[in-house]
C-alpha cells in the first residue's frame, strides 16, 4: 500500500504560479496529476513516467503546467504557471501499479487526499 501526501496548495491570483508537491510512502511507477473542479467530474491534468522520460499534458494546461518527479525523494511535482479561474479545482495525486500510460482515474490504484487551488479573477 502507497500512501500519497499533496501539498503546496492554496489561493492564487489570475497569472500566477504554484507548485504542488506530492510525497509517496513507498515506490511508485506512472504518477499523475488530476483535477477536479465542483461540480465536474475528475480529469486528468498531466501524467509522468517512472524514470522521468516521458510527460504527457492535456490540451488545458499544455505550456503551463509541468509536471516532474524525483524518485530519490519518493516525489512528484507539478509546476503551475499562467494560472487562470479556469483552473481551479481540487488536484490530485495518483500513482499507478503499472509502467503503462492512463489518463483515467479508475487505473491509479493510490490516491492522495487532494489539495485545493482557488484562482481569483
Known amino acids: 500500500q502507497v500512501q500519497l501526501v499533496e501539498s503546496g496548495g492554496g489561493l492564487v491570483q489570475h497569472g500566477g504560479s504554484l507548485r504542488l508537491s506530492c510525497a509517496a510512502s513507498?515506490?511508485?511507477?506512472?504518477m499523475a496529476w488530476f483535477r477536479q473542479a465542483p461540480g465536474k467530474e475528475r480529469r486528468f491534468v498531466a501524467i509522468?513516467?517512472?524514470?522521468?522520460?516521458?510527460?504527457y499534458y492535456a490540451d488545458s494546461v499544455k505550456g503551463r503546467f509541468t509536471i516532474s518527479r524525483d524518485n530519490g525523494k519518493k516525489s512528484v511535482y507539478l509546476q503551475m504557471n499562467s494560472l487562470n479561474p479556469e483552473d481551479t479545482a481540487v488536484y490530485y495525486c495518483a500513482a499507478s501499479r503499472s509502467l503503462g500510460v492512463f489518463t483515467t482515474p479508475p487505473v491509479y490504484a493510490y490516491w492522495g487526499l487532494g489539495t485545493q487551488v482557488p484562482v481569483s479573477s
Open positions: 513507498g515506490r511508485t511507477f506512472t
Open positions: 509522468i513516467t517512472w524514470n522521468g522520460d516521458k510527460t
